[in-house]
């Protein structure tokens, strides 16, 4: 008996040693302390997590920044994706079962800026496809693009927001 106990104590202390060097306890810092540089990733195991977090934040500073029309066309674009594979007149469940596939369509430069978009505008998205909106009117709704009305011609522009 005494002999069982020992082995299964000898089990439990070495399954809690040998975890304690799978990363250093720096790295239980978090995501701050781990992507801070390469080494540091590497060192923590947690390089695609750095690389992953890295490209979203500069894509998403890509759309942030004041190039004329960029978060514009990107809202277009997927807006047009979403209301390609919801289909003509969609319902709301139609709508969602888009919105599942739409970001993973676009592939991976445009997944995470879409995934946050339709997340953040889900509500307006579906109301406006709803009511037939097009994608640029759309994403005049959400802010995305800026509409300029001509009162004269009667025609209407879009701008970046």
């Given at each position: 008996?005494?002999?069982?106990?020992?082995?299964?104590?000898?089990?439990?202390?070495?399954?809690?040693?040998?975890?304690?060097?799978?990363?250093?306890e720096?790295?239980?810092?978090?995501?701050?302390?781990?992507?801070?540089?390469?080494?540091?990733?590497?060192?923590?195991?947690?390089?695609?997590y750095?690389?992953?977090?890295?490209?979203?934040?500069?894509?998403?500073?890509?759309?942030?920044?004041?190039?004329?029309?960029?978060?514009?066309?990107v809202?277009?674009?997927?807006?047009?994706?979403?209301?390609?594979?919801?289909?003509?007149?969609?319902?709301?469940?139609?709508?969602?079962?888009?919105?599942?596939?739409?970001?993973?369509?676009?592939?991976k430069?445009?997944?995470?800026?879409?995934?946050?978009?339709?997340?953040?505008?889900?509500?307006?998205?579906?109301?406006?496809?709803?009511?037939n909106?097009?994608?640029?009117?759309?994403?005049?709704?959400l802010?995305?693009c800026?509409?300029?009305?001509?009162?004269?011609?009667?025609?209407?522009?879009?701008?970046?927001?």
């Open positions: 008996m005494a002999l069982l106990f020992i082995f299964g104590l000898n089990a439990v202390v070495g399954a809690a040693l040998a975890g304690s060097h799978l990363v250093p720096t790295c239980l810092q978090g995501p701050e302390f781990w992507c801070k540089d390469v080494t540091t990733a590497v060192e923590c195991r947690r390089e695609q750095c690389w992953d977090l890295q490209s979203s934040a500069l894509l998403w500073e890509t759309l942030s920044a004041p190039v004329p029309g960029k978060k514009c066309s809202c277009i674009k997927i807006m047009q994706k979403l209301q390609d594979l919801a289909g003509e007149d969609p319902d709301e469940e139609a709508i969602n079962n888009a919105i599942q596939k739409t970001c993973q369509a676009l592939g430069p445009l997944s995470w800026v879409c995934k946050t978009m339709l997340k953040k505008f889900k509500n307006k998205i579906i109301q406006a496809m709803e009511n909106e097009d994608p640029k009117e759309i994403c005049v709704d802010k995305m800026r509409s300029d009305s001509r009162v004269l011609s009667g025609s209407t522009s879009y701008n970046a927001a």
